[in-house]
């Protein structure tokens, strides 16, 4: 190839992986930016700040619309979209703010996920269409205020009172808990742990919201509470027994984790990006001096590797070759790196930085509940440590 039929460089795609999709992968991805760009952008900062997500059942209702909820499952309203699809989805809404994203993934990745994978054919006909098209949010109960790392641990129970099944036990950081309308909750019972498909109008369920945590305030967190809450014998999942159940659950919401992380990233990278180049120090744009170009590289190469292995990581799981170790290795190196490039573009912007006029220090906080949820980064290095050794360090 000469150099004169070498496509130009984009600073915002500097490997240009927009080769690698297709016209309807790019197709979802401008949608939900234009989406994100005008439902969630003009008014995230403000939402971060207030601590609170003012319509946000509307904002559920048209993601629906857009066949974001669930998007990756097929039948019962939801898209049968591609995992790289459904990746590129994830970036885009997290690129706005992670707690729009989170809203998304618990709705499809674990409540939705369940139900579809897990469920009855009547627990799926009764929620799916009405959880994908945004009419009911779901929240999914597992982690509790004692047992996080360790979910074989879990207090909450559920035992049988006849043909009835009675739910007593508490749950902890719940995304979408007070809005939701479903639960998908996890149960100790006396032939091991199952989940329970809980409506929230259920008497003795209550789901208080939890105030004063200064990451993802663009979001609802939750403690379910549940005070012997009476369900009917169809309530239980049928077709899982044990952890496996709630695992796979939170292995398909980490592979969303991977992308969106990213978007995160790219947003932080973005503004550092066009602020070096607008911002002038000593008489010259800052962009012009060698630390803050050095620090522009490195920001655009660990972003864009982390898209890189997203993507490969998407092709395996379309192809049915993903395994968990997989998931920890993207979600544990993709998070840290996209903490690690948010650090770095507020020294970029300096004290600006700190202002939520700019979007780098809400993602860079955000991403600090990321970097716990869906399996802390001890838990997933122990997860790729056993895969190398094949040592368990977990007991």
Known sequence: MSAGTLPSFDPRDPLGLDDLLDPEDLAVRDTMRQWAADRVLPYVADWYERGEVPGIRELARELGSLGALGM??????????????????????????????????????????AIHRFGSEE???????????????????????????DPAGMRTYAKRDGSDWVLTGRKMWITN???AGVAVVWARTDEGIRGFVVPTDAPGFSAPDIKHKWSLRASVTSELVLDEVRLPADAVLPEVTGLRGPLSCLSHARYGIIWGSMGAARSAFESALEYAREREQFGRPIGGFQLTQAKLADMALELHKGVLLAHHLGRRLEAGRLRPEQVSFGKLNNVREAIEICRTARTILGANGISLEYPVMRHATNLESVLTYEGTVEMHQLVLGKALTGIDAFR
Do not use: N
């Open 177 to 179: 808990g007070s809005v």
């Open 123 to 149: 627990q799926k006909e009764r929620w799916l269409p009405r959880m994908a098209a945004g009419e009911v949010i779901g929240c999914f109960g597992l982690t509790e205020p004692d047992h996080g790392s």
């Open 72 to 113: 990756s499952l097929t039948g019962y309203g939801c898209a049968g979209a591609s995992p790289i699809q459904y990746g590129l989805a994830c970036l885009e809404l997290e690129a706005a703010d992670s707690g729009i994203r989170s809203l998304m993934s618990v709705q499809g990745s674990l409540s939705m996920y």
